[in-house]
C-alpha cells in the first residue's frame, strides 16, 4: 500500500475469528528497534520528545533503529551517543517489547545502558531526531511516580521500564 526508507504500510486481506474476510492494516519496520534504558546507577534518564502524531512532547528512553550488519548492542549504544551524548560504558539485552500489537509486526530490543551520568558528549542529532530539550534524571521512585500521574504516557517508555526494575537500584 505505502513504503519510505522506513518501512511499510499493508492492508492485509484477512479472515478474522468469527470467519469473516475482511482488511487489516499493518505497519513493518525495514528493521528491528532498539529501546534504550540509560542510567548512572541511581538515576534512569529521559528526554523530550516531540512526538508528532500527538501534537506534543513525551518524555522517553531513547530509540531507534538496528542497521545493516549491526548488533543490537552496537545499535543501542549508536543511538545512545548520537541523540544524547551520552556513551554506554556497559549494555545488558534485557528482553522485547511490540510497541503496538494491533499495527506494528516488529518488536523491539530493551537493553540497558550504563552511562556516566556526569559527562555527556555532544549529541549528533539527525535531521528529523525528536529530542526537544535536555535530559530529565529519575530514581525509580520518581519514574513510577510520573508513569502513574501520567506525565510519562509512552507505552515503549513504560514497558522498558518494567523490564529494567529487577536490574536497578532503588525501588519504584
Request: proline residues 6%.
Amino acid at each position: 500500500m505505502y513504503s519510505s526508507p522506513y518501512g511499510f504500510l499493508y492492508n492485509d486481506q484477512v479472515v478474522g475469528a468469527t470467519g469473516r474476510p475482511g482488511t487489516y492494516l499493518r505497519w513493518a519496520w525495514r528493521g528491528a528497534g532498539v529501546v534504550v534504558v540509560p542510567t548512572d546507577g541511581q538515576r534512569l534518564y529521559l528526554w523530550p520528545m516531540y512526538r508528532y502524531p500527538i501534537g506534543a512532547e513525551s518524555l522517553e528512553f531513547p530509540r531507534g533503529a538496528v542497521e545493516a550488519g549491526e548488533s543490537v548492542t552496537d545499535a543501542a549504544a549508536r543511538e545512545l551517543s548520537e541523540e544524547t551524548g551520552f556513551n554506554a560504558m556497559r549494555i545488558m539485552v534485557l528482553g522485547r517489547l511490540h510497541a503496538e500489537t494491533g499495527l506494528i509486526s516488529n518488536s523491539n530490543t530493551i537493553v540497558l545502558a550504563h552511562i556516566d551520568g556526569a559527562r555527556p558528549g555532544t549529541p549528533r542529532l539527525e535531521a528529523n531526531e525528536a529530542i526537544a530539550g535536555p535530559a530529565t534524571a529519575l530514581t525509580t521512585a520518581e519514574m513510577g511516580t510520573r508513569v502513574r500521574s501520567g506525565d510519562i504516557t509512552c507505552a515503549q517508555t513504560i514497558a522498558a521500564f518494567v523490564h529494567a526494575l529487577p536490574h536497578l537500584g532503588d525501588p519504584a
